[in-house]
């Protein structure tokens, strides 16, 4: 296996949209959570230990951040049962099982807490050009997934009935079953985002090695239902399972994954059309495209303006991390990382 490329979060319509409780499972062992500001080398961090866990040949999860699809939230060895989590804002994350399982880490004891206070208010005033890019691009989205809705209505009635090709998905599932008296959860993540680099997905690497159904259809044609009718059953059988949401409208499911019957059960959407991909295709509409031209360039135009918003966060937020590199310690960042390293490692030794 090689290492797997996730989120744990993404800009919805409903803004940041948080899956951070699904990084790594409750049996794991130990769990290290991040908490300083912008540019204090949090991702640095997780990086340089995901490079010394894979030449240990670890295959490890690592989960990149919807505000800069190129640095990383979080990184998870499910071998060793430990993950390093980014738990500051907008993702905030506090001690679960604190001492015993969840351990907190704070970089800020390495700043200069003085040189902060001289650029007070630029920090401050760059924090609120960062939110106010932030809730514009959010206004965009909510407005995009408006438009969306808008075609789902129109296309209610253009449902195919495809039950007899879900019913064969589900019969492999029962086939399957588990001897076990409960459910299995499934866990909840992002295979893709929309980042300020655009709508950035990976899952056509996560389901390598699968054999591939893609539900193709317009919005409103069920694509989401079924795949919570298979989820559900998957759930019932005690298979494991990955649901993996939409992320304009994290309530809905995008895709499936069960790791156990190396099957994956996608949508094609507007944002990702899936069309090189290679597997079954099951048609949920009577119709492929948008009924509404007109809807669609404005959903395509406001997708583009809360991305290109969202490029105005991250211009800003440089330069708020300017301020911190420059207050940081980084000396002593290493040192921690070192510590880490060996502390991480360990655990392959514990029983």
């Not at 990084?23 to 300083?36: H, M, S």
């Not at 071998?79 to 351990?103: K, N, S, Y």
Request: hydrophobic share 40%.
């Amino acid at each position: 296996m090689q290492t797997r490329r996730l989120f744990a979060g993404s800009n919805s319509a409903q803004g940041f949209y948080s899956l951070f409780q699904h990084i790594i499972g409750p049996e794991a062992r130990r769990v290290y959570l991040l908490k300083g500001g912008p540019g204090t080398g949090k991702s640095r961090l997780m990086k340089t230990l995901a490079e010394k866990l894979q030449r240990e040949g670890y295959v490890l999860e690592l989960f990149f951040c919807s505000s800069d699809s190129k640095s990383l939230d979080a990184v998870a060895c499910p071998e060793l049962g430990v993950a390093v989590i980014d738990a500051t804002f907008p993702h905030v994350q506090d001690p679960v099982f604190p001492g015993c399982r969840d351990e907190l880490i704070s970089v800020g004891d390495f700043w200069d807490a003085q040189k902060l206070e001289e650029k007070r208010e630029e920090i401050i005033t760059g924090g609120e050009v960062k939110a106010a890019h932030f809730a514009a691009a959010f206004r965009y989205f909510a407005a995009a997934h408006a438009l969306e809705e808008n075609e789902a209505a129109r296309n209610s009635s253009t449902k195919r009935d495809c039950s007899a090709e879900i019913k064969e998905i589900l019969e492999e599932i029962h086939q399957a079953r588990k001897d076990t008296a409960l459910p299995k959860p499934a866990r909840h993540l992002f295979a893709s985002a929309l980042t300020p680099e655009g709508y950035v997905s990976e899952i056509e690497f996560l389901s390598q090695g699968f054999r591939v159904y893609i539900l193709e259809g317009a919005p409103g044609t069920g694509q989401s239902q079924w795949l919570e009718v298979i989820l559900r059953h998957a759930e019932l059988a005690g298979l494991q399972a990955e649901a993996f949401h939409y992320p304009l409208n994290p309530e809905k499911l995008m895709h499936l994954l069960l790791p156990e019957l190396q099957l994956a059960v996608l949508s094609s959407r507007e944002l990702e059309p899936l069309k090189g991909l290679e597997g079954r295709r099951i048609f949920c509409g009577s119709g492929a495209g948008w009924s509404n031209s007109r809807d669609h360039e404005l959903f395509t135009e406001l997708i583009g303006l809360g991305i290109s918003e969202l490029q105005g966060a991250q211009k800003a937020h440089v330069k708020i991390e300017q301020y911190y590199t420059e207050a940081m310690d980084f000396r002593a960042v290493d040192a921690l990382r070192q510590g880490l390293e060996a502390e991480l490692l360990s655990y392959k030794n514990r029983s």
